[in-house]
C-alpha cells in the first residue's frame, strides 16, 4: 500500500475519532441535583446534628451547615447566592437558626468537562503530529531513496551512463546506492573501451586507404582486426 493511502486512512480516522469525542461530550449532559433527595439529606442532617460532628456531617452530606450567630454568615449566604447553590432553612422549633448550603455541581462538572475535552483534543493532536512526523520519517529514510534508484535504473536503461547517483552512506540505501554506481561506472568505462576500440579500427582502416593498399588485403587486414 502507497504511503499516501496510509496517510489518507489515518487522517480519516483522526478526523473520525475528533468528531465522535466532540459528539459524546456535547451529548453528555450534567444530572441535576434532585430537590427531593435534598429535603431527605436535610431531615437525615437534622437528626444528626445534635449528637454528631457538624464537620463530619457537612464531609458525608456534602454541605455547608451555618448558623445565624456565625461571624461569617453573611459572607458564606451571599457566596452561596453568586455559586447558585442550593439553600435551605435550618429551623428548629420554627425557627430559622441557619441555613443548609448545598453546592451546585453543574459549574464544576461543566468546567472539568471543558478540561477533559480540552486534554483529548491535545492528545488528539500530539497523537496526530507524532504520526505524520513518522510517516515523513519513512518517506525520507526509506521511500524516496528508493525511487531515486528507481529514476536511475530507468536513466541507465535509457542509455545515461554519465548521471552519477548521489550516495549518502547513512541511509537504509547507502551501500546499495553504491553497487548501483558502480555499475554505471563499468557500463561507461566499457562503452568508452567500445568507442575508443570502433575509432581505433576507422583510423587504421582510414590509414591503409590512404596508403592505397590492394582492396584484398584491406578485407584481411579488417577481418583480422
Avoid at 437528626?47 to 456565625?70: G, H, R
Wanted: hydrophobic letters at 40%; proline letters at 2%.
Amino acid at each position: 500500500m502507497k504511503l499516501k493511502y496510509i496517510a489518507g486512512i489515518f487522517t480519516l480516522f483522526m478526523a473520525l475519532s475528533l468528531i465522535f469525542t466532540t459528539f459524546m461530550f456535547n451529548t453528555k449532559s450534567y444530572n441535576k441535583i434532585d430537590i427531593l433527595d435534598i429535603n431527605n439529606k436535610v431531615v437525615e442532617i437534622k437528626e444528626k446534628i445534635e449528637t454528631s460532628n457538624i464537620e463530619e456531617i457537612e464531609n458525608e452530606y456534602q454541605c455547608q451547615i451555618i448558623y445565624l450567630n456565625d461571624e461569617y454568615y453573611s459572607a458564606v449566604l451571599n457566596d452561596a447566592y453568586k455559586s447558585n447553590s442550593i439553600i435551605i432553612d435550618y429551623t428548629k422549633n420554627g425557627v430559622i437558626i441557619g441555613k443548609f448550603i448545598f453546592s451546585n455541581q453543574e459549574s464544576i462538572y461543566l468546567e472539568a468537562q471543558q478540561k477533559t475535552k480540552i486534554s483529548v483534543l491535545i492528545i488528539l493532536s500530539i497523537s496526530s503530529l507524532f504520526s505524520y512526523a513518522l510517516l515523513g520519517l519513512i518517506y525520507i529514510k526509506y521511500l524516496r531513496p528508493f525511487r531515486k534508484l528507481e529514476k536511475f535504473a530507468n536513466n541507465i536503461a535509457k542509455g545515461d551512463l554519465y548521471s552519477p547517483l548521489l550516495v549518502h552512506k547513512e541511509d537504509y540505501f547507502g551501500a546499495f546506492s553504491e553497487a548501483f554506481d558502480g555499475m554505471r561506472e563499468a557500463l561507461k568505462k566499457a562503452k568508452e573501451g567500445e568507442y575508443q576500440a570502433n575509432k581505433s579500427k576507422k583510423e587504421l582502416i582510414a590509414g591503409l586507404s590512404h596508403d592505397k593498399k590492394p582492396p584484398f588485403l584491406l578485407l584481411m587486414l579488417f577481418v583480422n582486426y
